[in-house]
């Protein structure tokens, strides 16, 4: 049973800097994608970062420049690294997985999730 536990949210000021973590356990696929997605008050789930097996990435076109999505495989671990926060990036941040290295933000063919984590960015 694959299960995803994010970490390291909170409230910050606009400008300012978060890392948020996701522990993985249970996953036994050589080729995954793993992604960060978030998701405001009132609005959809999106897609802000993903990186595959193949360590290739992808961002959503409103963080690129200031997140930067990471593994660390000996850990079993994902990253956000959100710099350069901004108020319309407070909401609750998902990780997630799927099988299958295809590189993608669309979270409807994500297999697993995380409980999520918020962030809140003050201005």
């Known amino acids: 049973q694959v299960q995803l536990v994010e970490s390291g949210g909170g409230s910050v000021q606009s400008g300012g800097s978060l890392r948020l973590s996701c522990a993985a356990s249970?996953?036994?696929?050589?080729?995954?994608?793993m992604g960060w997605f978030r998701q405001a008050p009132g609005k959809e789930r999106e897609g802000v970062a993903a990186?595959?097996?193949?360590?290739?990435?992808r961002y959503a076109d409103s963080v690129a420049g200031r997140f930067t999505i990471s593994q660390d495989n000996a850990k079993n671990t994902l990253y956000l690294q959100m710099n350069s926060l901004k108020p319309e990036d407070t909401a609750m941040y998902y990780c997630?997985?799927?099988?299958?290295?295809?590189?993608?933000?669309?979270?409807?063919?994500?297999?697993?999730w995380g409980q999520g984590t918020q962030v809140t960015v003050s201005s």
């Open positions: 990186i595959n097996s193949d360590g290739s990435k």
């Open positions: 997630a997985s799927r099988v299958g290295a295809w590189l993608t933000l669309n979270k409807s063919v994500f297999d697993y």
């Open positions: 249970g996953y036994t696929y050589s080729g995954y994608c």
